[in-house]
C-alpha cells in the first residue's frame, strides 16, 4: 500500500490498496519527494529494494566503465604495434608477423636456432596464456631457420608441420630448432617451446622445401 498527501494541508491525495496488517507509522517517505509538495509513504521494505537496486545498477556501470577503458587500452597497444615499421632483422629476412607478436631472433648457425618470444597479453588465449596459433607461427619460423643456418641463399617453403601442446605458455618463451637433415631439396626439423622455469610447452616436427630465397618465401 502506497498513500500520497498534501505537505501543506496534509489530506490523501491518493492510496494504493496493499497488505492490512501495514501501519502508516512504520512507513518513510520515498527518497524523491523532498522537493515536491506531496509526500509519497512507502513500506520500508520497497524502499529497501529500491536501494538495492540502484546499488546493482551502479555497480554494473562501473564494471562495464572498467571494461571499455581496459578494451581501449588493449586496442591502443595492438594498433601501435601494428604501426610500427617492422626493421628488426630475422636472421637476415624481414618479417613483419614476427614483428607483430614480438619474436626476438636470439642465435643461429649450421642446423640450429633458438628466438625468443615475450608472453604480452595480446597474444593470449581466454585464459591467459599463449595461443596455440602464435606458438605454432613462432615455430614455424624458428625451425625454418634452423634450416636455413644462417646461409642467405637459401629460403624454406613449408611442407607441412605437426605440434604437440603438453603445457600452458604463461610466460616468456624461448623456442629452439634443430635441423636433423638438409638435403638439395628437402629439410627434416624439430624443436621446443620452454617456459621459464625449463618446462616444454609444445614441441613439434616440420618438412621444409628447400628454395633459393625469395621475398614472401618464409
Known sequence: MEITICRETGITLAATRGPANKQVSRWLP????HRADKITLVPPGKQTDNRHARRQRNQKKEYYDALSHRAFNN?????????TPATTDY???TIPLMHLMGVIPESIGPGHARTRLPW????TNSRGDIHGGTLMSVLDFTLSA???GGDPELGMATIDMTTSFMSPGNSDLVIEARCLRLGTS???CEGEILNAE????????ATFKVIKRRPGSD
Open 186 to 188: 628437402i629439410a627434416f
Open 120 to 123: 604480452r597479453e595480446d597474444l
Open 30 to 33: 520515498h527518497a524523491d519527494d
Open 75 to 83: 586496442f591502443a597497444d595492438l594498433l601501435v604495434s601494428m604501426t
Open 146 to 148: 634452423a634450416a636455413r
Open 198 to 205: 625449463g618446462q616444454i610447452v609444445a614441441k613439434a616436427s
Open 91 to 93: 636472421f637476415g629476412l
